[in-house]
């Protein structure tokens, strides 16, 4: 292997070993087999183009090009043309994609889910990174500096992981690093015997090479800074969003004090008005339940308790293994009335979420696969990438049945709770708790001013069921929500919990599904449409109280209603309204989050999620593999005449210390002699190796005759084509005339054309000095007197590139004589006639 394709796998790997420290961000390795690939195709490229050889400038732009059609292949090839070169189309979904990936990146806890956004992020930054150190260390032989795109990279993912073993990762990205300057270094010595001047002399005395001392000193600094940021990033106190992929430290599956863990996610309502806004209601789960009364059966997925003044998201909390009964709901006293009912429900086959819809409060579950409980939520999460895809279980649960006098004689809430449950930021606009105690002004308690937010938002306040308008963000959206009455479930929800809040009311936001639609066969149906949040307000000895503040949707609880008795039977949900249902997380791989051994995340985490934008597990490997060879082709053929013809100027003009092959006549171009397979001369006196004169007369025709091979060959890329027919000296005097040539390429041309004289009819061959220079000039001046448009066809087009074809067919030729050739021996071998002759 030769030093400069060991310096490029070098490369390639060190950047891999640096990209290792991102493996614990997300929750699938997919990816990193799926970089290592496109690496290895743009270090081939790269590799390729350097053998022409390009302008440094123009191989990295050629790489950069590489690099273009992979991820086009990979991400963009349904909007791409013919499926490998981007258009506007293509750029606009990359754009998407980024966009995308940097919502999930504040959405989703650590280890994050693999979306699209992400993958493309985490691939295409690998590849960035690579074709960058592959341009420093190899293109532009400085291997050193190449260590700070390393460093960036490394940093980056130990200023977002959570510190548990980074320094395996600083081990394994410095080892590569190291191991990249290691083949610079030997690289150099190969070459020159020593790198720079003036340093120590290595072992073996004075005239012993330089030791490689500049690269290696530089490397080491380079090595002791990203020693010192490996070791101080993770300490610093790095920009977060709580829960989302930048919560560095303690969030994610770990060793909990639970024995299990924690989860954490953050709001799974943020795309909820696309959601709502569907054409079709498509059904999500079915169910039948032993309960009488179907419209109260709310379908709990997860509960917001974490307001930041913003929104509302999930906290982080410990999960465990899934016990035998459920505990009994926090707060619940035996004296509330409640009846068990048991609920068999199955979900849609594309519905793929995390957490286990379920009634609330569940008292026990029965569901095959591997799921995790939150003790807090009394809520399953699927582990290790478990969800509810398909699947059939079973809930217990208790209808909890509270009289409007057992909550509004409830007594205070443990002071744990009040803690937790009524904290409020204080960047929460004060419009909201005057709000709220201007609409609960002359209610005795806790209960009766729940009730009196709750009419004020569901029918006297004025409000507007409207799932047209934003979701909102920013400390102030409850407040234009407050003003501009017009909103759906998200807005309800989060401003009464806020409100409550400010009230003294612990509160927190529930989200999943309002009652379904009752079937004629007893079943039950739960669409897209039917997704909803709503807010649970705490009241001791009752625990977890629903209200429902949305107007036309869901139903009103009956223990809201003083004159209903708590057996009566509330009205009937309507069945979806025109802008139905509420937070259901947009279809798309958002919604599923991490499982149990993953943070929970975002936005659609709690939602059912559409199949036609569920990736998966993405495209075969073989796929990608196929479209990315195909678009390496489709890039690289068009270049290859440009790469063959300046890989052939570069051999016919290098060192004339390697022998040539003498061709059959000095025709000026003619198709079959063989002087074009030989080396050429450098820009100093030909240097003939100590061998026999027979050899060496070999050598010097074989030189002289590639470089008149290359005068030809330029003077035919310029439009002057070969003429078999004429001899050297006739050929240089054409060249002249149709070139229009000055004297002195003139003279370079005659005298080129006088070595191939010589080497062909003197009786001792000889190669004369300088050649190489000759032919180059004559180039300079051809393309001097050319055109635009001509010189652009010699380089990207060139006439003479016509011969590797013609190279082809005559080895093709060849290959088929000897082949056939072969077979007839064998043949008179096999026949009793040639045994015999024998």
């Not at 509302?312 to 909390?317: D, G, I, L, T, V």
């Not at 569940?362 to 999460?381: C, K, Q």
Request: hydrophobic share 45%.
């Amino acid at each position: 292997m030769s030093g400069r394709a060991r310096l490029t796998l070098c490369s390639a790997a060190a950047t891999l070993a640096a990209s290792s420290a991102l493996l614990p961000l997300v929750d699938r390795l997919v990816w990193v087999v799926q970089a290592a690939f496109l690496l290895a195709v743009q270090s081939l490229a790269g590799a390729a183009v350097r053998r022409a050889p390009l302008a440094r400038p123009l191989t990295v732009l050629a790489q950069a090009l590489v690099t273009l059609v992979l991820l086009t292949v990979v991400f963009a090839r349904e909007y791409a043309l013919v499926g490998l070169v981007p258009g506007p189309e293509a750029f606009q979904h990359f754009a998407d994609l980024l966009r995308a990936g940097a919502d999930d990146v504040g959405r989703y806890a650590i280890p994050a889910p693999l979306s699209d956004g992400i993958r493309l992020m985490l691939v295409g930054g690998v590849l960035v990174i690579g074709l960058v150190v592959d341009s420093l260390a190899v293109t532009y032989r400085n291997a050193a500096p190449a260590g700070l795109p390393l460093l960036a990279l490394y940093s980056i993912a130990a200023g977002l992981s959570d510190g548990a073993a980074d320094w395996v990762w600083f081990l394994v990205a410095a080892a590569g690093y190291l191991t990249m300057l290691l083949a610079e270094g030997r690289e150099r010595l190969s070459q020159w015997g020593r790198v720079f001047g003036g340093g120590p002399r290595a072992a073996g005395g004075p005239s012993a090479p330089a030791a490689p001392v500049a690269p290696v000193r530089t490397g080491r600094r380079i090595g002791a800074v990203a020693l010192g940021v490996a070791l101080v990033v993770p300490l610093l106190p790095l920009p977060a969003i709580d829960g989302g992929l930048l919560d560095g430290a303690g969030t994610g599956v770990g060793a909990g004090s639970g024995g299990g863990g924690t989860i954490s996610a953050v709001n799974p309502l943020v795309s909820l008005r696309d959601s709502l806004n569907v054409d079709e209601d498509r059904t999500v789960l079915t169910l039948r339940t032993s309960s009488a009364d179907v419209s109260g059966l709310y379908l709990r997925i997860v509960s917001l308790d974490d307001f930041d003044g913003t929104t509302w998201k999930p906290s982080k909390r410990t999960i465990v293994a899934v016990p035998d009964e459920l505990p009994t709901p926090t707060g619940l006293s035996p004296d509330v009335q409640r009846s068990r009912i048991t609920t068999r429900v199955s979900a849609a086959g594309w519905y793929a979420q995390d957490w286990l819809p379920m009634p609330y409060p569940p008292s026990g579950v029965r569901i095959d696969g591997n799921w995790r409980y939150e003790p807090v939520g009394m809520a399953l999460v699927g582990d290790h990438g478990e969800t509810t895809r398909g699947k059939t279980y079973q809930v217990d649960s208790l209808d909890v049945r509270p009289t409007a006098q057992q909550l509004a004689s409830a007594p205070e809430a443990p002071g744990a709770i009040r803690g937790e449950y009524t904290e409020v930021p204080d960047s929460l606009p004060a419009v909201v708790e005057r709000t709220a105690r201007a609409v609960t002004e002359g209610a005795a308690n806790d209960y009766e001013r729940a009730v009196a937010l709750q009419d004020w938002f569901a029918v006297t306040g004025g409000f507007e069921y409207d799932t047209e308008v934003e979701v909102g963000g920013g400390t102030n959206a409850i407040a234009r929500f407050l003003r501009d009455k017009q909103g759906f479930c998200v807005h309800f929800s989060f401003a009464m919990a806020a409100m409550a809040r400010t009230l003294g009311i612990p509160a927190r936001v529930a989200v999943g599904f309002a009652p379904g639609s009752p079937q004629a066969d007893g079943s039950v149906v739960v669409g897209l449409k039917d997704a909803h949040a709503w807010p649970e307000l705490y009241f001791e000895g009752v625990g977890w109280t629903r209200f429902e503040p949305t107007p036309t949707r869901g139903t009103t609880p009956s223990y809201t209603v003083p004159e209903v008795s708590g057996d009566a039977v509330p009205e009937l949900p309507q069945a979806s309204a025109p802008a139905d249902a509420s937070p259901s997380a947009e279809p798309s791989e958002s919604t599923s989050c991490s499982a149990v051994d993953r943070q929970l995340d975002g936005c659609a985490g709690a939602l059912p999620q559409d199949p036609a934008e569920q990736g998966g597990g993405g495209t075969p490997w073989y796929r990608t593999a196929g479209w990315t060879l195909l678009g390496v082709a489709a890039l690289m053929v068009p270049l290859l005449p440009m790469l063959w013809r300046r890989r052939r100027r570069a051999v016919r003009l290098a060192s004339a210390r390697h022998t040539g092959s003498a061709g059959t006549g000095p025709g000026a171009g003619a198709r079959g002699t063989g002087g074009g397979h030989g080396p050429g001369a450098g820009a100093g006196p030909a240097v003939l190796p100590d061998v026999p004169s027979h050899e060496a007369a070999e050598a010097a025709v074989g030189h002289v005759l590639a470089v008149w091979r290359e005068l030809t060959d330029t003077a035919w890329d310029y439009g002057i084509a070969p003429d078999e027919a004429l001899t050297p000296r006739r050929a240089a005097e054409r060249i002249v005339r149709l070139g229009e040539l000055d004297e002195a390429a003139a003279r370079s041309v005659h005298r080129v054309a006088g070595a191939v004289e010589q080497v062909l009819y003197a009786p001792k061959p000889r190669a004369e000095a300088g050649l190489a220079d000759e032919v180059r000039g004559v180039g300079a001046a051809l393309r001097a007197r050319a055109g635009r448009r001509a010189r652009l066809r010699a380089v990207l087009a060139p006439r003479s590139a016509v011969r590797a074809v013609w190279e082809l067919t005559d080895r093709w030729t060849a290959l088929r004589a000897a082949g056939a050739a072969r077979w007839a021996a064998l043949t008179r071998r096999a026949s009793p006639s040639g045994h015999e002759d024998g």
